[in-house]
Structure formats: structure tokens, C-alpha cells
């Protein structure tokens, strides 16, 4: 068995009966027998917001982080020789930068789909929406994950949180994390509070500024290690601890394998930060960057990349005096496809 490595978002050596995909393709498998194919279809990216009032505080901005991609898990039989057609989602872009001094709100895009046909199997995972972005007060509600069809068990996609704000706060929610051994768990939500949320995990939401947990960290059903909790899926081995958060113009830790990124911490920031990217399966952090004075110019707020089927983090800026600032974020995370040789 194998496990992902964080270092450049790559995948290391995979286990000579497995295979892991990562762009379109037709697969002939090269032996007939029982095969595991895991399904990832591509995550949202987040919105982005920003606003500069003049001497006074009043116009606001807020964020929501993108879905996740649906999964899918095939327990299949499959014939060597077949033609397996694997056609991989993109993520949703990342939208062009919000600058208080132009387009001060910009939505998130939907990812791509993720088809695997052939030797019998017919499977769908549908992508994350794009999260919504305000540049006034108001609400955006959660942004929904991706669902999936023609798996044996078939999971739909966790959500970005939804932001609600008033005149004197601003927020940003993390992307959503893809469902193992069930659906996915949602980023959580911002509420009337100057606020950044972090990345959703595959184990766990994500409440505040630290990403959520792997599923390591929670007892499912298929723990191979139960002192360790690690657990698997297809092969992979899926361990990691939520990203950390950082405090005052500086960006968030990424998130272990399978866990979320971290967002800067709760209330006013100045300074360049941002949400950190999220582990392989989980969603981007969130970012809010404030600043109350004006000393404190062209700040710039950047949402966390989802990582493999994640959604990415929204991000907002909300400055006082006249200041310029701008929110930008990472795309959703690609979809991907994993088939692990059992036997004949």
C-alpha cells in the first residue's frame, strides 16, 4: 500500500498492482480479476470579495469556499484487454482578482466531471459549484458539492460554508472536502463576526481556523490500524493533521493528507495572508484580511487551492480609509481515478 506526498502536490510510487490517474485516458488493465476503482470527480473554487470604504467603516465583504467533487467506490470484475475510457474533471478555475478599486465581487467556478466507461463499469462524479461572493452586506448560502452515480456506494461532495455579515464584518469560508466512506463533510459557517474559516476534511468539518481532520482521526469501519486509526480506500492510505492557522500577514499551513487548510485566525489583519491549500481529498482555507487604519495599505487576501477533488478556499478584504486591497484564491482541486489490482 501506498500513501500521497504533500511536496509539489505530486503522487509518489504506487503499488505495482494499482494505478492512479490524473489525466484522460483509455486503461486496458492488464489482468482479469477483482479490481477497487475509486472516483473523484473535480472541486469549485471560491469566491472572491473586496471593498475599501472612505473614512469610515460600513461596506463589507464576504466569501464562500467552492464544493468538493462527488466519489464513488466500484468493487468491479473486470476482463484484461478491456477498453476503460477515463476522462478526468478540471478544477474550478480561480476567478479574476477582486480589487476594492474595480470589480469588487466575483463567484467561483464549477470544476469539470469525472467519467470512468467501460469493461462493464459506468461511473459519474459530478463536479463542485463555484462558491458566491458579496461586496455588501448579506448572505451566501453553502456552496453544494457534486454528487455520483454507477458506483457501488456513490457519495455526493462537501459544501463551502455559508457567510452572513453585517455592516461592520467580513468573512470567508474554506472549500469542502470529498466523501470517503460516506458523503463529504461541508466547510463550516461565518456568522455577524469578523471571521476566516479553514478547509474542510475528509474526517471532519471545519469550525474555525484550523482545518478539518483526516479520517484517520475518526473511527470509520475501515481502520487497518486500529492504535493509529489510519484508514484506507483503494490502496491509499489516508493520514494527515488539519492545517494551521497563522496570525497577522502571513499565510496558513496546508493541510496533512486528507485534511483541510488552515485560515489566518479570527479578527482584524494587516498585511499580506491568506488560507493555507488543502490536503489531497479536502478543501482550501479561507481567508479574511482586515485592515482599521490607515497606515495599513493594498492589502491582499488569497484563499487556499483545494487539493484532489477539494474545493478551494474563498477569500475577502475589507479595508478602511480609502486603502486599496484585493481577495484572489486557488482553484478547485482535479478530479482523479484510482484502481487497485485484488485478484482474480
Not at 24 to 32: G, H, I, L, N
Not at 180 to 202: D, M, P, R, V, Y
Not at 297 to 308: H, I, P
Amino acid at each position: 500500500m501506498s500513501f500521497f506526498s504533500q511536496f509539489g502536490g505530486g503522487i509518489p510510487a504506487y503499488p505495482i498492482n494499482s494505478r492512479a490517474f490524473t489525466s484522460s485516458t483509455t486503461w486496458v488493465p492488464f489482468a482479469t480479476g477483482w479490481y477497487e476503482i475509486f472516483v473523484v470527480g473535480a472541486g469549485g473554487s471560491g469566491g472572491v470579495g473586496a471593498v475599501a470604504p472612505v473614512n469610515a467603516e460600513g461596506n463589507t465583504a464576504s466569501a464562500s469556499g467552492g464544493g468538493a467533487g462527488g466519489s464513488a467506490y466500484s468493487f468491479a470484475f473486470i476482463t484484461a484487454g478491456s477498453s476503460i475510457v477515463i476522462t478526468i474533471g478540471a478544477g474550478g478555475a480561480a476567478p479574476s482578482q477582486a480589487a476594492s478599486t474595480g470589480t469588487r465581487a466575483r463567484n467561483g467556478n464549477s470544476g469539470s466531471i469525472t467519467t470512468v466507461v467501460g469493461g462493464g463499469i459506468s461511473i459519474t462524479c459530478n463536479a463542485g459549484a463555484g462558491g458566491a461572493a458579496l461586496a455588501t452586506t448579506g448572505s451566501n448560502a453553502q456552496t453544494v458539492g457534486g454528487n455520483a452515480t454507477g458506483g457501488t456506494y456513490n457519495w455526493s461532495g462537501g459544501g463551502g460554508g455559508s457567510c452572513t455579515i453585517n455592516a461592520t464584518t467580513a468573512a470567508a469560508t474554506g472549500g469542502g472536502a470529498v466523501g470517503i466512506f460516506g458523503n463529504g463533510f461541508s466547510s463550516g459557517a461565518a456568522a455577524n463576526t469578523n471571521q476566516s474559516i479553514a478547509g474542510a476534511g475528509t474526517g471532519a468539518a471545519s469550525s474555525g481556523p484550523t482545518g478539518g481532520a483526516s479520517i484517520s482521526s475518526v473511527n470509520y469501519g475501515n481502520a487497518i490500524n486500529a492504535a493509529n486509526l489510519v484508514t484506507t480506500i483503494a490502496g491509499l492510505i489516508i493520514v494527515g493533521n488539519g492545517g494551521a492557522p497563522f496570525t497577522n500577514g502571513d499565510f496558513a499551513n496546508s493541510g496533512g493528507i486528507g485534511a483541510g487548510g488552515g485560515a489566518p485566525n479570527s479578527g482584524h489583519f494587516v498585511g499580506n495572508g491568506g488560507g493555507g491549500a488543502g490536503g489531497i481529498f479536502a478543501g482550501g482555507g479561507g481567508s479574511m484580511m482586515a485592515a482599521s487604519s490607515e497606515f495599513y495599505t493594498n492589502n491582499t487576501s488569497v484563499g487556499g487551492a483545494g487539493g484532489y477533488g477539494g474545493g478551494s478556499g474563498g477569500s475577502a478584504t475589507c479595508l478602511n480609509f480609502g486603502n486599496a486591497g484585493s481577495a484572489n484564491t486557488g482553484a478547485g482541486g482535479q478530479g482523479v481515478v484510482f484502481a487497485l489490482y485484488l485478484g482474480a
